[in-house]
């Protein structure tokens, strides 16, 4: 899977639950919520004030090496 800013957080957890402390590092605690998971990466880093660029980076890079 490769991740972009439009990709909604729901389907990267699904893909691969080891991105969970991406989500926390960035404030996101709630992602157990039906509307957190329903966000796209980048409304959700609009919100938590964190650059989306950097987290698809994180992102794409930590599930390349699953």
Do not use: W, Y
């Not at 969970?20 to 919100?47: D, I, K, N």
């Amino acid at each position: 899977m490769t991740v972009t800013k439009d990709t909604l957080i729901g389907e990267i957890l699904r893909e691969d639950q080891s991105t969970a402390p991406f989500f926390f590092e960035m404030g996101m605690h709630c992602l157990g919520c039906p509307s957190s998971t329903m966000e796209s990466l980048e409304e959700a880093c609009m919100v938590h004030g964190v650059s989306v660029d950097e987290l698809v980076g994180k992102l794409n890079s930590h599930m390349a090496k699953q």
